[in-house]
């Protein structure tokens, strides 16, 4: 496992939670950043930061869900570095939705907030990385939730478990070309974004204690990378249970308050 120095690094989604936390803990290992997020004054703090701790920093203010948006951020960020080694795409969004009181807006948009802005990163990323004499690494923070349909969450869980699939085939795909994919998949994290959802949080996790699991997954590379232990094994168990059974658990998991 080689520690992550000397790489350029973009990450998507870097205002805040786990992308900012990541830029946070790899800034002092000599590391080039292209930071992006659509909130510019939020996004432009941890670019300081992460400049504060050593290392050079490009911050590109951008919605990922504008995909020609997300091409301009691929290609400057490749006209400022030279090559992208690691792209983190950690832009998404999964709130709490009652499948018996939501719209077709509201799922539609869940896909677009988690799956759409992968594609409007990968398939940049993808073209760039091919041409790259070492290819690259492209991870995504998906989700313990995309494993399973959880109840309250099912078109976040929907989003990400199409996003896991596509990234799966890419991977066999475009081995061929040394471009490496690894699927992240975290459980609940304490962010400012969910801490007031209304969702139970078994086995929550900090920020900081997410940001390490995620940069051992970007060191090691495997296909898929899961945690908190606890959560996944209790994902894993639920997997293989009789339907009936993990069915009445995933109620009363998502019952409690």
């Known amino acids: 496992m080689a ?31 292209v930071l992006t997020a659509r909130r510019a004054p939020k996004l432009a703090a941890v670019a300081e930061e992460v400049r504060a701790a050593g290392s050079d920093c490009l911050d590109i203010a951008a919605d990922a869900l504008d995909p020609s948006a997300a091409e301009e951020v691929v290609a400057a960020a490749e006209a400022e570095f030279g090559t992208i080694d690691i792209a983190l ?22 896909m677009a907030l988690n799956y759409d802005v992968v594609v409007n990163y990968l398939v940049p990323l993808i073209a ?28 976040y869980s929907a989003a990400k478990a199409a996003s896991r699939t596509l ?47 995620v940069i051992r997954a970007l060191e090691r590379e495997p296909a898929q990378a899961y945690f908190p232990w606890p959560t996944a094994a209790l994902v894993r168990t639920l997997r293989v249970l009789p339907t009936p059974v993990s069915s009445l658990v995933l109620r009363k998991l998502a019952s409690r308050h």
Do not use: C, W, Y
């Open 167 to 213: 990234i799966d085939a890419a991977r066999v795909e475009l081995a061929p070309k040394n471009i490496r994919f690894t699927s992240i998949h975290p459980g609940f994290v304490d962010t400012a974004r969910i801490s007031e959802d209304g969702l139970p949080k078994p086995f929550q996790i900090s920020k900081k204690q997410a940001a390490r699991n």
């Open 89 to 110: 795409l950690n832009a998404g969004q999964g709130p709490d939705m009652s499948m018996d009181r939501v719209s077709v807006t509201d799922v539609s948009r869940i």
């Open 3 to 33: 520690p992550l120095t000397n790489r350029t690094v973009l990450i998507v989604g870097a205002s805040s939670g786990i992308g900012a936390e990541v830029a946070r803990q790899l800034a002092h290992s000599g590391n080039r950043f």
């Open 128 to 155: 760039r990385m091919g041409g790259q004499r070492d290819g690259g690494l492209i991870a995504h923070t998906n989700s313990l939730a995309g494993l399973m349909g959880i109840p309250r969450q099912g078109p």
